[in-house]
């Protein structure tokens, strides 16, 4: 519907002070931009007059960590992104996604990320490439295609599980040839870069040299990587100057997800990362991050486990918790050293909150800590944890409450940020961030808090991360873009998601338009799926359909 917003207070997405201004959409595109009051409905063909008084007109927010791979496909309505003004999502994160791979790859994922994603078992997952997957998100199905639109990241560690299964070892010449090839294909059929789960297996048994093998290759196709890196506790500052140094050494573009510093060793060192990155990008490297606007973060429990215990996958790893002498090395690990999959840091159980299980026997468990279970029952935390472990069959989620405000603020104000929600949309209780952030953004941290100004802020969630993804006439409000476009009330848009209530919608959002459909209208979803897959193409650009385009 050939759509006209009159009066609206535009924040273009570029940083630009905001004006008043009349938007046209047609066709999917924003047709016009130009002074409020100028254009009327009969001067325009209008079919649809909106009068946005006293509305923000922006473009779409872009979630740069998005975990909705599977759930864009089976709870289409996608009211959780829709509801925060989210037209775009990059996919594919933490190393860990569902292409490519074949059927035996194929089934060890979805057991591994089943507490990120759920495990359906009556689901259709007829594809195995990144283009058929790809393909699938586009496929017109019951009436649309996908509600947002999505991009993708070549997940590393099923890469390595592809070629090399979830074992631990380093890579022969001619499997770590194969798995270059393997990435390459996938950007050539559209993957925007690569990602990587360094605390996650298997993609953490990835040595420096063969993540650096992999990043030459994303980077003579202009992709980039996104490591999700080896520590975020003990030994963070280290691990985030691996990355960095894989970018310079390989001239791979690097994205640092969800950036921060947690735990209690990394109280208030925001700044000591920030002065790292600020010396690379000084130097001419090409970095960029996104961050949540929370403190806790959201994994499985499964993730808290010794690398070396969790080699060869599900079945491998429940044989080991099942043994005694076994159980009492990770305990060791856990307990006393510290466990690389905890970050190095040693587990404190009441900051380990279960969110979701998948054995209905357990749903009793869920919102409480490790440590409140153990009391219950008089039992010991550890002996909880691989109990549950054991039970759920490795598919639990956690919050893990380690982070810190003051890192949250100084990293989200950086130059080169962009948001990202790192938001699970399954479990009885996810972490909030998947109904709240971009809201949160806007009204908690600049609005109330004025940390940011609402144009620079509008920048740090649509036009900076649509350079980061070079995008294709996406990300602003200019005329010949596409018309992914949100109108909130600057007043009032609010978070109201909790960590109690998690899938409470948030205020403020007036007007969603995916690619010029309306799929939230005066504050209620429409049912709308308008989303396209966006793929890199051959001139290096981002847009829906082909590859091919020179």
Not at 47 to 64: C, H, K, N, Y
Not at 244 to 252: A, E, Q, V
Request: hydrophobic share 40%; net charge negative.
């Amino acid at each position: 519907m050939k759509t006209l917003i009159s009066n609206a207070i535009l924040v273009d997405g570029t940083g630009a002070d905001r004006r008043p201004a009349d938007v046209l959409l047609d066709g999917g595109v924003i047709a016009v931009v130009a002074d409020a009051g100028s254009l009327t409905a009969s001067g325009t063909g209008a079919e649809r007059t909106i009068d946005a008084t006293g509305l923000v007109l922006s473009p779409g927010f872009i979630d740069m960590h998005a975990h909705s791979d599977l759930q864009l496909l089976v709870n289409k309505d996608h009211y959780a992104k829709l509801s925060q003004g989210v037209t775009t999502e990059l996919l594919g994160q933490d190393g860990l996604s569902y292409a490519p791979v074949d059927d035996a790859t194929l089934t060890g994922v979805r057991e591994k990320i089943a507490g990120w994603n759920d495990n359906p078992q009556d689901f259709d997952w007829n594809w195995r490439t990144v283009g058929e997957y790809l393909e699938r998100l586009d496929a017109e199905e019951d009436g649309g295609r996908i509600a947002t639109n999505a991009a993708y990241l070549v997940p590393q560690g099923t890469v390595r599980a592809l070629v090399m299964g979830f074992a631990e070892g380093d890579p022969t010449p001619e499997q770590q040839e194969r798995m270059q090839d393997l990435v390459r294909t996938a950007l050539e059929e559209g993957a925007v870069g690569m990602s990587s789960g360094l605390t996650y297996t298997p993609g953490m048994y990835a040595g420096t040299e063969e993540l650096a093998g992999l990043c030459r290759t994303v980077g003579e196709l202009g992709g980039f990587y996104a490591p999700h890196h080896r520590s975020y506790g003990k030994g963070a500052l280290g691990a985030y100057a691996e990355m960095i140094g894989l970018s310079r050494d390989t001239g791979c573009a690097l994205h640092l997800s969800h950036a921060t510093m947690n735990f209690a060793e990394n109280k208030g060192r925001a700044d000591e990362l920030l002065e790292l990155i600020d010396a690379a990008l000084d130097d001419g490297a090409d970095i960029t991050l996104d961050t949540y606007p929370y403190l806790p973060g959201a994994t499985t429990l499964a993730a808290i486990l010794p690398s070396w215990s969790s080699s060869g996958g599900t079945e491998a790893t429940l044989a080991r918790l099942a043994d005694p002498a076994t159980l009492a090395r990770i305990r060791e690990s856990v307990e006393i050293y510290g466990s690389d999959g905890c970050h190095g840091v040693v587990a404190e159980w009441d900051t380990l909150e279960v969110s979701g299980v998948q054995n209905p026997a357990l749903a009793g468990h869920v919102g409480k800590t490790i440590a409140a279970i153990a009391a219950e029952i008089n039992a010991e935390p550890f002996d909880v944890f691989a109990q549950i472990l054991q039970a759920d069959r490795l598919g639990t989620g956690i919050l893990q409450h380690v982070g810190h405000e003051e890192n949250v603020q100084a990293i989200m104000v950086h130059r080169t940020h962009t948001g990202g929600s790192d938001g699970l949309l399954v479990g009885a209780k996810p972490h909030p961030r998947a109904w709240g952030t971009f809201p949160r953004y806007l009204g908690h941290y600049s609005r109330d808090l004025g940390l940011l100004t609402l144009e620079d802020m509008v920048h740090h969630l649509s036009g900076r991360p649509a350079e980061r993804l070079k995008l294709d006439r996406r990300g602003l409000v200019r005329e010949g873009y596409a018309a992914d476009v949100v109108l909130f009330d600057p007043r009032t848009v609010r978070d109201e998601a909790t960590f109690e209530n998690p899938r409470k919608p948030a205020t403020g959002i007036h007007y969603v338009f995916v690619n010029g459909t309306a799929a939230i209208d005066g504050g209620k979803p429409t049912g709308a799926r308008a989303g396209r897959a966006l793929r890199r193409s051959l001139d290096g650009r981002t847009r829906a359909g082909s590859t091919e385009i020179a």
